[in-house]
């Protein structure tokens, strides 16, 4: 299994609304990663777990709560989120070594999340 | 911090001519410079990448080449074909740190003209 997971594929919320977005892996990757990825924009890095810790935190708002509950899941937390949040939410993973090497990174297919 | 440039934003190429993207970067010690393609409505995959100690990569009608003097690295796509129309991401990172992050360019619009 050489594929990165993740549901729901698309998400509309309000803004006090709590959703989860979650993402899944069997490759034996130790990194996993979460990106925001805006219209015409490259995806942007929000947070890096690293044998399930959270090794990067690219000083993103409270409002995005990450979890990694095993080696093979990430989620999202979603809580008070502004439309201006609304853009696609892509997971990936990677080998990820003791050294943490985050080379070869493979991505999802994304959530397309929207804010009302 | 690292840098990626990447030119053009937009290219538009006939039917089964040939496609070049390049992009520079700033830090000397990114060693690892992958290419992804995205297409609409998924997710980016990963198409070639290159590593510091290696000059020129191929894989079949891609190729990507590097020049570690002048921070430059480049795909090459020949006879391109209607499903090579896609935004591609090069980028580029210092693998083997625990910090390590990739740093994508800005991303360049393929259309292939039929």
């Not at chain 2, 520079?24 to 297409?39: I, L, R, V």
Request: aromatic residues 8%.
């Amino acid at each position: 299994d050489t594929e990165v997971t993740q549901t729901p594929k698309h998400l509309v919320m309000g803004m006090t609304n709590k959703k989860s977005l979650k993402c899944e892996q069997h490759m034996g990757h130790r990194a996993m990663y979460w990106y925001k990825q805006k219209a015409k924009k490259p995806p942007e890095l929000m947070f890096v777990y690293s044998y399930e810790k959270l090794s990067i935190n690219e000083s993103v708002p409270s409002r995005f709560s990450p979890e990694c509950p095993n080696s093979s899941l990430l989620n999202l937390h979603l809580h008070a989120l502004q439309p201006e949040d609304s853009a696609l939410y892509l997971c990936a993973s990677s080998q990820g070594t003791a050294q943490g090497s985050y080379n070869e990174q493979f991505f999802g297919p994304g959530t397309r999340l929207t804010v009302l | 911090g690292e840098n990626v440039e990447q030119h053009p934003s937009t290219l538009s190429v006939q039917e089964g001519d040939s496609a070049v993207i390049k992009c520079t970067y700033s830090d000397s010690a990114s060693n690892y410079f992958p290419w992804y393609k995205q297409e609409l409505g998924k997710g980016p995959q990963l198409i070639i990448d290159i590593r510091s100690n290696v000059g020129e990569k191929k894989d079949q009608r891609i190729a990507v080449t590097l020049n570690k003097t002048a921070k430059h690295f480049s795909l090459h796509i020949t006879e391109t074909q209607p499903e090579d129309s896609a935004v591609y991401f090069c980028a580029a990172s210092n693998g083997g740190n625990r910090d390590d992050k990739i740093i994508f360019g800005k991303g360049t619009r393929l259309h292939i003209l039929p």
